[in-house]
């Protein structure tokens, strides 16, 4: 199964960090499916007694349980979005080849750690990661392909090439979003699901 995002990793130099060009509460389809609705949407989008609940807030430490569907099948994982690096802006706009799309901005690397609990070991690579998303003030902020998987305690992806049920990966994905948020939220939504969000002060 190859996400959209994974796509848009491969397509990016090694070397060059790509501002992905959803501004800030913008985005894809996908980003407007996870934003909130309004309250007649929200009421269809609550499960019914017969389906299993998903998504949710989590407080700092709290872990949630999801599934994916990873290429050998469907996996459980235990989520745990452990802490965010916020940047300065001077640092922000280092980062992009025309620093102006990075004014008034601050990278955050959310690190998020998955350990494999239930399903089938994976042989490849695995996609779980792909559905963190950075969000900041309840707006979804812009990706920065390329870039956590050199910050400091994240792994890359395509490094894991097996993976059994009791191991752990800390996986990271950075976002540009407004300095001046107050609060940096990191949502993670499992397959056919609603996200689970963790919810950090901004400064």
Not at 34 to 49: I, L, Y
Request: hydrophobic share 35%; charged share 25%; with cysteine.
């Amino acid at each position: 199964m190859l996400h959209r995002k994974t796509a848009l990793r491969l397509a990016a130099p090694v070397a060059v960090l790509a501002l992905a060009l959803t501004a800030c509460g913008g985005g894809d389809d996908k980003a407007d499916a996870k934003s909130p609705a309004t309250s007649g949407a929200k009421e269809a989008s609550e499960p019914s007694p017969s389906e299993p609940a998903s998504g949710g807030t989590l407080a700092t430490g709290e872990s949630a349980t999801g599934t994916y569907e990873e290429d050998p099948g469907k996996v459980t994982y235990e989520i745990l979005a452990e802490k965010v690096d916020v940047s300065t802006e001077a640092e922000a706009q280092k980062q992009v080849a025309d620093p102006a799309k990075a004014k008034g901005l601050v990278l955050v690397t959310a690190h998020v750690k998955f350990t494999h609990k239930g399903g089938p070991a994976l042989t490849d690579s695995p996609q779980v990661g792909d559905e963190t998303t950075v969000w900041a003030d309840g707006r979804r902020g812009s990706i920065l392909i390329g870039a956590a998987e050199d910050a400091a305690g994240c792994e890359d992806p395509y490094d894991v090439e097996s993976w059994k049920q009791g191991e752990s990966h800390t996986f990271c994905e950075t976002y540009l979003v407004p300095a001046d948020a107050k609060n940096v939220e990191v949502h993670w939504t499992e397959t056919d699901g609603e996200p689970y969000i963790w919810t950090f002060p901004n400064g």
